[in-house]
């Protein structure tokens, strides 16, 4: 089943960037996802990504600490906006043509989000970063990923994580979870499975998007999807 998809949107959690650290961004996963991104968008795919920042700041985690939870959320955007910034670095220091466009105004460091600008720049081969979630509190950036995927048109949501797709329990409790190939959206609220936010979630089901799930770990998974390999990822159709 080859793909065919043309733009596509990469959904990356801060956490992943953690990497064997047990804070901040660990190096190597950078240029691993550098590689990979660099990869797709050499076979011509426009490439925006949604970076996380987990790793840095959530703002519930603030919260339940006595933190104002809008104080908090800011600064959760404010950590995707430093793991953008490492991303683009990474990816400018490939050769790749970047642009990095915030949701919260920071003109020194980023562009602000003008949906037709991202789709231009995207038009033009460079690779779009969105930092700085959607911009408001009390959302997360899985929501972020499916609200710009909707807004550029993006023919698809990859879901880079840690395992290798969509299981019908969790793969690292159960060593004998079954993997989905394929499954509906309706499925997966059935048995709910989490692989978004329900917030996130609902965006993606209400357009349309298909979200495919796949381990950003394995190096050339990403090129793979997008090649709609056999046995890489699950697709919610
Ligand atoms: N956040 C927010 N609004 C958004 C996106 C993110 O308030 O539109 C905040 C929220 O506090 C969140 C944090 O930024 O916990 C980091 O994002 P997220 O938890 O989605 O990162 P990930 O889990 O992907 O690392």
């Known amino acids: 089943m080859a793909n065919n998809y043309k733009r596509i949107l990469l959904k990356i959690s801060g956490e992943a960037l953690l990497g064997t650290q047990g804070h ?3 190096g190597d996963i950078l240029t691993q996802y550098a590689d990979e ?3 797709a968008h050499d076979e011509n795919y426009e490439v925006s990504v949604v970076v996380g ?12 600490e006595g933190m104002d939870r809008v104080q908090g959320d ?3 955007m404010l950590a995707t906006m430093i793991n ?15 642009r990095l466009m915030s949701a919260i105004r920071m003109e020194e460091i980023a562009e602000p989000y003008i949906r ?3 789709i231009r720049h995207l038009e033009k081969g460079r690779v779009v970063i969105f930092g700085a979630g959607t911009g408001n509190p009390y959302f997360t950036t899985d929501t972020a990923a499916s609200l710009r995927a909707i807004e550029v048109e993006a023919d698809v949501i990859l879901k880079g994580t840690r395992v290798d797709g969509i299981f019908d329990s969790d793969p690292e409790e159960n060593p004998d979870a079954e993997k989905f190939q394929t499954i509906t959206g ?3 609220l059935d048995r709910r499975l989490s692989i978004m936010d329900l917030t996130a979630f609902t965006l993606c089901r209400e357009n349309e998007t298909p979200i ?10 990403l090129k793979k999807v997008l090649a709609g390999e056999e046995n890489i990822g699950s697709t919610v159709v």
């Open 53 to 64: 920042g987990g790793n840095i700041f959530r703002g519930v985690k603030g919260a339940t």
């Open 186 to 188: 309706e499925e997966v």
């Open 24 to 26: 901040g961004i660990d």
């Open 212 to 221: 495919i799930v796949f381990n950003m770990n394995v190096v050339g998974n």
């Open 116 to 118: 037709r600008r991202a």
């Open 37 to 39: 991104i660099k990869a």
């Open 84 to 98: 953008s910034m490492a991303l683009q670095d990474a990816l400018e220091r490939k050769g790749v043509h970047t």
């Open 74 to 76: 800011y600064m959760g």
